[in-house]
């Protein structure tokens, strides 16, 4: 089934000021037990996502830490988008070119079957209801939040807990941080269509980059010994900035790997169980440079950037110095 002519050409994200305005999640019904809510039950469900994304990147890091892989399916779309009129995702890694689960070729066509009237960009990650064929939650907010809380009766044995109680308030007040001013900050950047708006964004991540290099020089993680939601948030765009922010969203002020704290934070994280693995820098630079983002009308380009060099993710790090722990890599004690 081809994507549906009712989908429009080109999808505006613009202010009149030429300032990058992301659109909203359509589909937003929360997980949980209560009438009204998305029931929460294995195998009813597939999350498609893809490894360029850092917005579906966080859902399969917590999905990983978790050890939700068998409650909850995976479905991966190409980093490079299909050169169609619309913008859109493609399974073109899969056998034959579609999903083995949803069998379609494109991301659109749940999203479009699902409402018939769908006129926005088809965003990863979304979550599909297998039993009836649906999408039913794209919304990468607060996705997160729901494995870590009402999917709990499914984590592994020990599964660490991202989302302390005792700091959720904390927690959400930093994530909101760290998507207006660094997640979409990079975006904001990148989409800017006015000279104003691209270096209001471009001082306002910088200065918030600064201020988290500060509170990094004094504890390991965000919230101190422990990894959380807001770590795994500020790491896949971290994961993503000297590849492809630096140049392909003109972020071009420091690498990362500039940042004494920062630069040691961000590999801490990668050499952490669930980040370096699901963290595929291929896909990344392929989608930033290679691909259309959310306009169709980019320009083909040819040349994938040859740098930078990948293999210091790996070096050491040094960071379990700053815990009040022994161990090299920790994350927040279970239920």
Known sequence: MAPSEQQSKTVTELNK???????????????????????????????????????????????????????????????????????????????????????????SEIYLKTDPNYSGRPTVPVMVDITKDQAVNNDYFKLTNYFETVWAPFHKRNAPDLYPEHLRDEIDALNEIIFHEVNNGVYKCGFAHSQDAYEQAY???????????????????????????????????????????????????????????????????YQTTGFGETTDFDAIKRHYHLSITISPDKQEVNILPKGPDLSVWDSQQNRYKLSNHEEKFLIHAGK
């Open 17 to 107: 000021d030429g300032s990058f305005n992301r659109q909203r999640n359509r589909f937003t019904t929360p997980f949980g037990n209560q009438p009204g809510e998305l029931p929460v039950e294995a195998g009813r469900y597939r999350l498609v996502w893809s490894a360029a994304c850092p917005w579906a990147h966080r859902s399969v890091i917590v999905r990983k830490v978790l050890g939700l892989e068998d409650a909850i399916s995976l479905g991966t779309v190409s980093p490079m988008r299909p050169r169609l009129q619309h913008v859109d995702w493609e399974f073109s890694l899969d056998k034959e070119g579609m999903d083995p689960i949803l069998g379609i070729r494109y991301l």
């Open 203 to 269: 001082d306002m991540l910088f200065a918030r980059l600064d201020q988290l290099e500060e509170c990094l020089s004094k504890q390991r993680f965000l919230f101190g010994d422990f990894i959380t939601d807001s770590d795994v948030r500020l790491y896949t765009t971290l994961a993503r900035f000297d590849a492809a922010y630096y140049t392909a969203f003109r972020t071009n002020r420091n690498l990362i790997r500039e940042f004494d704290h920062l630069w040691g934070y961000a590999r801490d994280l």
